[in-house]
């Protein structure tokens, strides 16, 4: 166990036991938050680490921490403890600010490959934020794939497009509409939501949630706020983007890309959640498919996976696409690195 999880389940227990945190604890948490100010300036901390700050919000972690338990899977409990407290707490709190700042709902985006953790983040955000006041709504880029119907034919146009998931298999205009509904305020919105065990795993649109608003949107997906690169980077691009086609199928994503631009627009903050090596995606996508398999449940061979993750490389390579977002001139508004096993690493 880190020393920040040992720091925060003592907390925890006095606040259980005795309803305060010792100052001295208070003191212990607070020195281990200054040891981060690029984390504490990137999520807004600077002007509430104090002791009364850190009481607060230790106090607000007790009162969320029993139900995100409940609500996480039980492979994923392990670092709830300082996920709450380095990420998901200050960014909810970051959010609400926001919001309070804004003369409508916000969106943020969320743009985070395989396994790196956006559905649990955006659940641990609804669930952080509702305690605050504030009504969530989580959108996945997922959920605005055109209908079975419409991607056969788009693999009949074109045979390339034989999975979903690249750009051109998705309805933008769905996804901008229902965007800028949202950002007016309006209610009920009607959300789309995507099945992704119809037609034996190739997947549908389900009948769309009717939302009464929301005050902050989670808009999250693989390449959500990923824009049009240079021509030019494909004529040596990396693996697994070696063949003559595979260069021909990245350079058709990348147009395609154009059209995302206006739903990019809509996202009022973007953050992105980059593993420390891209390929460790692969990795955690084995992971959960042997999982799954131990647990009985079907899942794919490893050398399925290793297509299946070399496929989304090909249309939107992570170093062409990706590594951009998170240089110092980039505009994303958060860059979470994720280590090798999954903790969170810097926070800038």
């Known amino acids: 166990m880190s020393h920040l999880s040992d720091l925060l389940n003592h907390a925890i227990g006095q606040l259980r036991q005795q309803g305060t945190v010792d100052m001295s604890l208070c003191e212990a948490v607070l020195a281990w938050e200054r040891r981060t100010p690029e984390r504490s300036q990137a999520l807004g901390l600077t002007s509430s680490e104090t002791v009364e700050g850190i009481q607060e919000r230790l106090g607000q972690l007790a009162e969320v921490l029993d139900e995100l338990l409940a609500g996480l899977p039980l492979q994923g409990q392990e670092r709830v403890l300082e996920n709450l407290w380095r990420l998901w707490l200050p960014l909810a709190r970051q959010l609400a600010q926001v919001r309070r700042e804004s003369s409508r709902p916000i969106v943020q985006g969320i743009l985070g490959g395989q396994g790196t953790g956006k559905t649990t983040l955006a659940r641990a955000l609804s669930v952080i934020l509702g ?43 769905l996804g901008l509409q229902v965007l800028q509904q949202l950002r007016r305020g309006e209610s009920p919105v009607a959300i789309p939501r995507f099945d992704k065990s ?13 939302v009464e608003g929301a005050d902050i949107i989670l808009f999250e997906g693989w390449f959500v706020g990923v824009e049009p690169i240079d021509a030019s980077c494909f004529e040596r691009p990396p693996a697994p983007i070696c063949t003559a086609e595979d260069k021909a199928f990245a350079r058709d994503c990348n147009q395609r890309l154009a059209e995302y631009l206006p739903l990019w627009d809509c996202c009022d903050r973007l953050m992105v959640l980059f593993p420390v090596d891209y390929r460790l995606s692969q990795r955690w996508r084995l992971q959960a498919e042997h999982d799954a398999i131990a647990q009985g449940k079907a899942g794919l061979s490893d050398e399925e996976i290793r297509e299946f993750v070399e496929y989304f490389w090909k249309a939107l390579h992570p170093e062409l696409f990706i590594t951009p977002l998170i240089a110092p001139e980039a505009k994303s508004a958060l860059v979470v690195t994720l280590e090798a096993d999954h903790g969170i690493g810097s926070i800038r």
């Open 131 to 173: 305690h605050l006041g504030y009504r969530t709504l989580g959108l996945s880029l997922d959920d605005l794939y055109k209908s079975h119907a419409e991607r056969q034919r788009l693999k009949a146009d074109d045979p390339r497009l034989v999975r979903r998931g690249p750009p051109g298999t998705h309805d933008v205009e």
């Open 198 to 210: 119809a037609f034996a795993g190739d997947g549908d649109r389900m009948a769309p949630e009717e």
